[in-house]
Structure formats: structure tokens, C-alpha cells
């Protein structure tokens, strides 16, 4: 006499070690754990093992074929649980100067608790990925859109990139504390930028174009001859653009000009100039 659907199902779910609630995911999950310590090319074709496996492989396909069985006697089916909205995560984001001012797309990486695929988030006791508790860790990594002028100190607050909800429930909310580092040439004020020239007390007095380093990249000024130590230079338009709906701020930038009076100088300046370069190259 040929076995029953409701047999096989209960020895597969035996084969598999599983209860009977479990359903296709279950059933999944189960079958790749346990197919992988008897697979027979880890145990040199070992025949019994070959055997395991098929046995684990017909459990699987009779579990993920068969429906899963109602209530038991007596019981009644509970109500589905409420939505759980997801929590808030809170982490820092540090940005180079450069990030900071101009703006624009930043990759984050960050791990989050996301609604168990296995268990479909319904906090199933048996479940071998959550244990029970609806869910597990995964990373994430989200581009999101930095505005351009963001302050040291500010809080973006990224809509529904927190942790999943539960039963249908909204996932939490992003929020980043922002971190700048430091620029090695320039300074900022407000919407402002200001950065220093150094340069020998020949080239003041003779005038004539130098470049300069901006957050846009390098400009040039030029100076007129004899051109006093400490003077300073603006260049409009050439700070931080910031837009709030309509209306846009847009900043300049201020340039001191400074005679080298000696030769450590010289070097210093020199050394400073090369290394704002390179800084700037690379917040780019």
C-alpha cells in the first residue's frame, strides 16, 4: 500500500529535523545546512553519504510540495499581528572639507536589523535563521545626497533607511551626525572661504598673475605691481552655494596675500602648497 501524503510529509519533516508548521523556507534553509556536512565530494565519494543526500534532497521537495497543516484540535487561528515600525539608527558621517562644501553623492555602508526572509517576519520559535525573533543583521549600502554648505554638528535625518519594520510595519529613520575634517590651506566661515598666498617680496612688487586654491579648483588673481604684505584679494562666487527651496546663498572666497621673509619660509610655503593639492585631488 502506497504512503499517504500526510506520512511522507511527517517523515520528511523527521529527515529534515523540522516541525510541522515548517513550510518551504523552512524547508530551504534546513536541506543546505544539513546537505553540506554529507555532500560526497567532502568525504571521497563516500556512498552512504550519496545516499543522505538524496534522502535530504526528496524531504525537501515533498515539505516545499505539501501544504503546511492547519491548527491542531482545539485551537483556533490567532489574528494577524499588529505592524511594528522599525527603530531609528544613529550613526556618524564624516565628510573631507572639500565633501562638505560642494556637496554631493555619498556611498555609506552601515549593518542593519531587516524583517527575517525565512519566517516572513512572523516570529515563528522554530525559525533557524532569526531564533524567533523576526530579525536578522545585513549590511546596507545606500547612495544618498549630501547638500552642499552642510555644517559641522548637523543632523540629516534619511527617511525609512533604519532598521525594517514587522508585520507590514514603516522601517525606522537614518540619522547622521555630521563630522568635517579639517582642510590644511583652507578655512571657512559661514558660506565664506579664506586661504593665504605666500609669496617672495620680488613677486609682490612686480605683480602679475598666481594660481590659487579654491574648493572649485585652482584660480587664478592677479596681482598689481607693488602689492603690500597682508593684502587681500576676493573672488566672488567662488565659496559655498547653498539652496534652500528657491533661494540660493552663494559665498566668495578671500585670498591674503603674504611676503616670504626667509628661506624656511620659502620651504614651508612651498611644502604647504604641494600638500593643499594633493588634499584637494583627493576630496574630489
Keep these: 500500500m502506497a504512503a499517504q501524503p500526510e506520512d511522507k510529509r511527517k517523515k520528511s519533516l523527521k529527515v529534515l529535523?523540522?516541525?510541522?508548521?515548517?513550510?518551504?523556507?523552512?524547508a530551504r534553509i534546513a536541506f543546505r545546512k544539513l546537505a553540506f556536512g554529507c555532500h560526497p565530494d567532502l568525504h571521497g565519494g563516500d556512498p552512504a553519504k550519496?545516499?543522505?543526500?538524496?534522502?535530504?534532497?526528496?524531504?525537501?521537495?515533498?515539505?516545499s510540495e505539501s501544504p503546511v497543516s492547519g491548527p491542531p484540535p482545539g485551537h483556533l487561528w490567532t489574528s494577524p499581528p499588529e505592524p511594528v515600525r522599525g527603530r531609528d539608527l544613529h550613526y556618524r558621517l564624516r565628510l573631507n572639507f572639500i565633501q562638505a562644501a560642494?556637496?554631493?553623492?555619498?556611498?555609506?555602508?552601515?549593518?542593519?536589523?531587516?524583517a527575517c526572509p525565512a519566517c516572513k517576519s512572523g516570529k515563528k520559535s522554530d525559525c533557524l535563521e532569526c531564533r524567533g525573533t523576526g530579525r536578522v543583521q545585513a549590511g546596507t549600502t545606500p547612495r544618498i545626497r549630501v547638500p552642499s554648505g552642510i555644517e559641522e554638528g548637523e543632523i540629516l535625518r534619511l527617511r525609512e533607511l533604519g532598521e525594517e519594520g514587522l508585520s507590514g510595519g514603516r522601517a525606522g529613520d537614518l540619522h547622521l551626525?555630521?563630522?568635517?575634517?579639517?582642510h590644511p590651506a583652507l578655512k571657512r566661515r559661514g558660506l565664506d572661504i579664506y586661504s593665504e598666498a605666500k609669496l617672495s617680496g620680488s613677486r609682490l612688487r612686480e605683480g602679475g598673475s598666481i594660481e590659487?586654491?579654491?574648493?572649485?579648483?585652482?584660480?587664478?588673481?592677479?596681482?598689481p605691481p607693488h602689492t603690500f604684505s597682508g593684502k587681500t584679494f576676493q573672488l566672488k562666487g567662488a565659496g559655498i552655494v547653498r539652496r534652500a527651496g528657491d533661494f540660493t546663498e552663494r559665498g566668495d572666497h578671500f585670498v591674503r596675500v603674504e611676503a616670504i621673509r626667509n628661506e624656511a619660509e620659502i620651504r614651508d610655503a612651498y611644502l604647504s602648497s604641494g600638500r593643499a593639492v594633493s588634499a584637494a585631488a583627493k576630496g574630489r
Design 212 to 223: 590659487v586654491l579654491t574648493i572649485g579648483g585652482e584660480r587664478q588673481i592677479h596681482l
Design 177 to 182: 551626525l555630521v563630522s568635517i575634517r579639517s
Design 102 to 114: 560642494l556637496g554631493g553623492e555619498v556611498l555609506l555602508r552601515y549593518g542593519r536589523q531587516i
Design 17 to 26: 529535523d523540522l516541525p510541522e508548521s515548517a513550510g518551504p523556507a523552512m
Design 50 to 63: 550519496a545516499r543522505q543526500l538524496r534522502e535530504l534532497a526528496e524531504a525537501h521537495r515533498i515539505v
